[in-house]
């Protein structure tokens, strides 16, 4: 093989997961957003996204009645990884815990809770959604 054709093999080979990556960020914002369209039509006020602390983002931060809901978002095309769901890990937890509670204290919050919402579905058809509330 010519040095040529070796580099444009790892070029191709390098770039794929870029953008397998660039196709989970742009799966994860469609989520997010239907997420966010669930919570507004349930009556929630999404008061924030993608919302960065020291333990990590937070996907989605609304408010529904004296309540604050910090939502984790899971999104998934197909169900041959599982359920979205089903990748809420305890290593996942344990950030998502961290992070709702450094906001909740920066922000001198009292009443909070952590929700999961599992999308299913791809963009062009309508999501279906699974809300898991006070998961956390």
Same mark, same amino acid.
């Given at each position: 093989?010519?040095a040529?054709?070796e580099?444009?093999? /790892?070029s191709l ?17 469609w989520?997010? =957003? +239907? +997420? #966010? /369209? @669930?919570?507004?039509?349930?009556? @929630?006020? !999404? ?7 020291? @333990? %990590?983002?937070? *996907?989605?931060? #609304?408010r529904?009645g004296?309540?604050?809901?910090? !939502? ?8 041959k990884? %599982?359920?979205?769901?089903? #990748? !809420?890990?305890?290593r996942k =937890? ?5 992070? +709702? ?13 952590? *929700? !999961?919402? +599992? ?15 006070? #998961?956390?």
């Amino acid at each position: 093989m010519r040095a040529s054709e070796e580099y444009w093999n /790892d070029s191709l080979h390098n770039a794929q997961p870029r953008m397998k990556s660039s196709h989970n960020q742009q799966i994860g914002q469609w989520g997010e =957003r +239907a +997420a #966010a /369209d @669930y919570l507004t039509a349930q009556s @929630y006020e !999404v008061l924030a996204s993608n919302v960065r602390t020291p @333990y %990590g983002e937070i *996907d989605l931060i #609304a408010r529904r009645g004296e309540i604050t809901i910090f !939502v984790e978002v899971k999104t998934r095309t197909s169900s041959k990884l %599982g359920l979205p769901e089903e #990748a !809420v890990t305890p290593r996942k =937890r344990e950030h998502m815990l961290a992070a +709702a509670e450094h906001y909740a204290s920066e922000q001198e919050i009292d009443h909070w809770q952590i *929700d !999961v919402i +599992a999308v299913e579905g791809s963009p062009g058809i309508k999501p279906i959604i699974t809300h898991f509330e006070n #998961a956390i």
